[in-house]
């Protein structure tokens, strides 16, 4: 009434964490084994009708690390070159929205572990991916994937704190 009034911009939701620790996963029977976040959980029940294959749920965060597994066949459709061009694809499948998509090497040698993680830039559905292998006998692929329209610039903290949990979770990492 009589006062002008000016547009504001459209503002987000503060995201909060509370501090947390890491847990063990060891399923039973799993070919691998690892730390994650105790604010997070374990959940088998994803409908892909492949054996060791998992998601880690961040309820309070909106976020799944999509984990699957493969067992190699060195001269089968599982052979360790299709499983890595599978998961390179994958990665560069989101390249139409990525700003960047930078990759680093992993390697271990005392506990066989190779791989490669992606850090995808910009608003694309998934942030983070990688993959780790002993390059004989096992492949782990993961994917982190929000459920909402991804906007990096609204995402920052929260990727920032999934890319830490990530990073912990490849470190912990063992095949059994």
């Known amino acids: 009434c009589g006062r002008y009034s000016q547009p504001r911009p459209y503002g987000y939701y503060r995201i909060?964490?509370?501090?947390?620790?890491?847990?063990?996963?060891?399923m039973k029977g799993y070919p691998y084994r690892f730390e994650y976040a105790d604010i997070a959980y374990i959940d088998t029940q994803v409908d892909h009708g492949e054996p060791y294959w998992m998601d880690v749920v961040y309820p309070s965060l909106n976020a799944?690390?999509?984990?699957?597994?493969?067992?190699?066949?060195?001269?089968?459709?599982?052979?360790?070159?299709?499983l890595t061009d599978d998961a390179v694809r994958f990665v560069f499948d989101h390249a139409i929205k990525a700003d960047a998509i930078p990759e680093q090497g992993y390697?271990?040698?005392?506990?066989?572990?190779?791989?490669?993680?992606?850090?995808?830039?910009g608003?694309?559905?998934?942030?983070?991916?990688?993959?780790?292998?002993?390059?004989?006998?096992?492949?782990?692929?993961?994917?982190?994937?929000?459920?909402?329209?991804?906007?990096?610039?609204?995402?920052?903290?929260?990727?920032?704190?999934?890319?830490?949990?990530?990073?912990?979770?490849?470190?912990?990492?063992?095949?059994?």
């Open 16 to 26: 909060g964490v509370p501090k947390y620790g890491y847990k063990a996963m060891e």
């Open 64 to 82: 799944r690390i999509h984990c699957s597994y493969k067992q190699i066949e060195p001269n089968g459709t599982a052979d360790l070159r299709h």
């Open 107 to 121: 390697t271990n040698p005392e506990a066989r572990i190779y791989g490669v993680y992606y850090d995808l830039e």
């Open 123 to 176: 608003n694309t559905a998934s942030p983070v991916q990688f993959f780790l292998t002993d390059s004989t006998h096992h492949f782990f692929r993961a994917a982190l994937y929000y459920n909402c329209i991804p906007n990096s610039d609204s995402l920052a903290p929260v990727n920032e704190i999934m890319r830490r949990d990530i990073h912990h979770m490849i470190e912990s990492f063992r095949w059994q």
